[in-house]
């Protein structure tokens, strides 16, 4: 008898993880980050490793910062959406790249188009810790003080970008 | 006022499935004939019932009817009649009455080729089958209604998903939940075997012809899905290991399994228990399928618009459906007797290893595929699985069971000899072991993945062949005569098993030897691949029904011969101004080449990704060589019967597609 009950008991645990798992948005992480500054970090640009980047240039701007890399695939889904948002010329774009190797980033822009005013390398991922990175894609609005307004967990969409990012960026760039 | 008639027609079938579910069980339990008579009626009903709605939402899409908020949010005044007509299950409500209109067409199909079946039997099946959908239409019409009114209409539709704007919408989903929805037929057995307490060979012979007809549906659809990908997401791949693609391959690997364990079970009368138990997984993984692409409890590429409310609901619905089976076959299979006794080696045993395995690989997808949720849900933060985990997981898992396909087949029932199988397959053995060294020299470079992969696919050549000539030897009749005399069901067996190392060989050239470049190219340019020669033709801008594009040619020669043209597009969906690329692939039974147009750059240059991908089209041939197999046993001379009545059942379901 105890046997035949195996199946019925790994099925009610595993119902118990998809209840829970329901109240959870898998795209949404409150981020302990957003409201405060964004770190100041200071990395080598990834077209020209002798010049380097910091967001203490961007202060007085608002700005988005987006993590990405070769290898990730749903990098792919958001590339194109901004490669359009860099030439409308809305918001200037930074990228950084996220534990990844500098040959096949470049060939990555090569391919997909470069949407990025400049790329960073954060090749031990260590500034990822510092701006809580769970997983790439991410991309971040900083404002003019330097203040992360809000953070996009997973690809951009395009509702996304035209229905929060946005009309954000707007907002901020107006105080 | 159509749409009207749709959603009343939908409320109808509801009350004709409540009906469906409770009388003809309770009859069966009773013994009361003329309640358990009232299974087929009903059931034929309700398929009318759910095909009126189906029929009057394809009829909103075709005339255009804004005021429908599914067809406003998945559909376009530009978009071409036939997507127009696929758009019905391009959103999460239709797709829902998709699944809803091909159970009711498996229920119909059951009431009509069962007459052979005892009458209780068949009203607890129908009854079990009726349970499921007042499930499905109780969801669509409490929180995912297809014909809900928008007021005031929209001027024109925000138009379908670019993605799904392609000939695969229209064969992929169909196949995709034939199969899936065809496993609850196997279910329905199952539980109305619990129910009465006869889980015998009998059950077994009823439910082993729609379970691979089932299994054939779901082969195809996952075969069109890949294709599907492969030529649409542009970059060459064919399988990702995305949630919703697992959630359609674990069926599949059960019902592999329930496949093999019913030959079992009809034959031998062993491991009724275990049969019960894929029969009801296969389909708790479909529904669970389900509870993952519209939950949104993980993300995917395939997702569906999110409500949690929906969510809750499916979950519900998986507890009682899935829950309730498992207490069921809990209480009963321990009733069940044990069947026939088998020796440790024995085609059995080798069967039940197979089983094993599969069942194993299943899970160790279910595992990759909750995984990140678990975490998520225990507060362990977030990650992805991807497929670095399903690579190192599913090799070595798949690397045995192939091997044992080799032997299985020439194993004795109940006892077999291990010196003997040695001593039959010994040049099977010699063949594919010299095969796997030799060849990938010849290609042009051995490593160990590439080695195992050919020594696989030429083991079960070899010990196909072996297995063929066995059993063609040995008489004086014409060969023609011989292969007739074998049952079909056998040879469907052997082409089904050829179909794996087919598949088998494709992943393995196109995984050892593709190659690909990125370049920037000028017009005029040539860029060299493999052998070939690409010379970039230039882009030309035209103009699609609902699309505008960049179209660039590349011609392809060699040694100076013309080859092809491959022209790929970069589209963009004026409607909801979404991106596509349409690669350019020549497909050819040695290698594609393929070429997928990338972003302009200065001075009229474009990025241009050209792939070769040798024996890429195999992966396909060998899945359509399985489903082919699953054909043939279902034309067994003793199915011929049921094969022309099931036929007659998938020819209704296309005419009610259609």
Redesign the interface.
């Known amino acids: 008898m105890k046997r035949f009950l195996l199946p019925l008991i790994i099925f009610l645990v595993m119902v118990g993880f998809l209840f829970i798992g329901l109240n959870l948005d898998p795209r949404e992480v409150p981020s302990p980050l957003v409201g405060k500054p964004a770190s100041m970090f200071s990395l080598p640009r990834l077209d020209d490793p002798k010049q380097v980047f910091s967001p203490k240039d961007m202060l007085g701007k608002v700005w988005l910062f987006n993590v990405w890399a070769s290898w990730c695939g749903a990098c792919r889904d958001e590339h194109p959406i901004l490669v359009e948002l860099s030439k409308s010329g809305l918001v200037p774009v930074y990228g950084m790249d996220y534990k990844d190797t500098r040959e096949e980033a470049q060939q990555w822009l090569q391919q997909g188009g470069n949407p990025y005013v400049a790329t960073v390398m954060d090749v031990d991922g260590r500034v990822g810790i510092d701006y809580g990175v769970y997983g790439v894609p991410e991309t971040y609005v900083i404002d003019k003080t330097g203040l992360i307004a809000y953070k996009q967990i997973g690809p951009v969409t395009y509702e996304a970008l035209h229905e929060k990012i946005l009309p954000l960026v707007k907002k901020l760039q107006t105080q | 006022m159509i749409p009207e008639i749709g959603h009343f027609s939908l409320i109808l079938a509801l009350l004709v499935a409540l009906a469906l579910g409770i009388f003809p069980i309770i009859g069966a339990a009773r013994g009361n004939a003329v309640w358990m008579g009232l299974a087929r009626p009903l059931a034929r009903t309700q398929f009318l019932l759910i095909a009126v709605a189906f029929v009057c939402l394809a009829y909103a899409f075709a005339t255009m009817d804004y005021s429908v908020t599914y067809v406003a949010t998945n559909s376009n005044s530009k978009l071409p009649i036939q997507f127009r007509i696929a758009a019905v299950w391009g959103g999460h409500e239709g797709s829902l009455l998709l699944w809803a209109m091909i159970l009711s067409v498996w229920t119909v199909a059951v009431s009509l080729f069962s007459k052979h079946l005892p009458d209780d039997m068949r009203a607890r099946i129908l009854g079990v089958m009726g349970l499921i959908s007042v499930g499905f239409l109780l969801f669509m019409l409490m929180v995912s209604n297809p014909f809900e009114r928008l007021i005031p209409a929209a001027l024109d539709g925000r138009d379908l998903n670019p993605l799904l704007q392609d000939p695969g919408m229209i064969f992929h989903p169909p196949m995709l939940y034939m199969g899936y929805v065809g496993f609850s037929v196997a279910f329905a057995f199952a539980i109305a075997a619990l129910l009465g307490g006869q889980l015998d060979a009998a059950w077994a012979r009823w439910s082993r012809p729609w379970t691979t007809m089932a299994w054939v549906f779901l082969t195809l659809g996952i075969m069109a899905g890949s294709n599907w990908a492969y030529y649409e997401l542009g ?1 060459g791949g064919w399988w ?1 290991w995305d949630a919703v693609e697992n959630a359609s391959f674990m069926p599949w690997l059960v019902g592999t399994a329930l496949i093999h364990s019913l030959a079992v079970t009809e034959k031998r009368g062993s491991f009724k ?1 275990w049969t019960v ?1 894929l029969a ?2 296969a389909f ?1 993984l479909s529904l669970l399928g389900t ?1 993952l692409v519209r ?5 995917s ?1 395939h997702a569906f618009a999110t409500d ?1 409310r929906r ?2 609901f499916i ?1 519900v619905f ?2 009682v459906v ?2 309730g089976s ?2 069921l ?2 209480w009963r ?2 009733t069940v007797g044990r069947g026939g006794k088998f020796d440790v080696v024995s085609r059995e045993s080798f069967l039940l290893a197979n089983n094993v395995l599969l069942a194993v690989a299943a899970f160790s997808v279910l595992l990759g595929t ?1 995984y ?3 975490l ?2 225990l507060g362990l ?4 699985v ?1 497929p670095p985990y399903f690579d190192t997981v599913f090799a070595p898992l798949m690397t045995p069971a192939l091997f044992l396909m080799g032997i299985g087949p020439i194993a004795r029932w109940k006892k077999s000899s291990l010196p003997e199988i040695a001593m039959r397959l010994r040049w099977a053995f010699g063949v594919s072991v010299a095969t796997a060294m030799i060849l990938p020299v010849l290609l042009g470079h051995w490593t160990p993945m590439i080695g195992l992969g050919l020594f696989l696919a030429f083991w079960i050549f070899a010990s196909s062949a072996h297995l063929v000539y066995q059993r063609l030897r040995g008489s004086d009749q014409p060969i023609i005569t011989r292969v007739k005399a074998i049952p079909r069901a056998w040879w469907g067996m052997v082409i089904a098993h050829l179909g794996i190392a087919v598949f088998t060989l494709g992943v393995t050239i196109v995984k050892g030897f593709e190659s690909e470049i ?1 370049v ?1 190219m000028l017009p005029g340019e040539v860029a060299h691949l493999a052998g070939y020669d690409f010379t970039f033709k230039g882009v030309e801008e035209i103009q699609g029904p609902n699309y505008t594009a960049s179209r660039g040619q590349l011609l392809v020669t060699k040694n100076g011969v013309e080859r092809t043209i491959l022209s790929s597009e970069k589209r963009l969906y004026t409607v ?4 596509m690329t349409e690669a350019g692939i020549s497909p050819a039974l040695i290698h594609d080449l393929y070429a997928s147009l ?2 302009p750059l200065e001075d009229g240059a474009w ?1 241009v ?1 050209i792939y070769y991908k040798p024996m890429v089209e195999w992966i396909w041939a060998g899945c359509a060589m399985m489903a082919l197999g699953g054909l043939l046993a279902l034309s067994d001379r003793r199915y011929r019967m049921r094969k022309r009545l099931a036929k007659e059942g998938a020819l209704k379901a296309n005419e009610a597609l259609a």
């Open positions: 970059w990702f228990a138990l009801i997984c708790s509870f939950s949104g409890v993980l993300t590429v949690p969510g809750l979950l998986l507890v899935i829950g498992l207490a076959f809990a299979a321990p909750l990140p949720l678990f998520d849900a933060g977030k990650i992805s991807g990125a920037r909801q101004n979404m991106p990338g972003e990025s990704r």
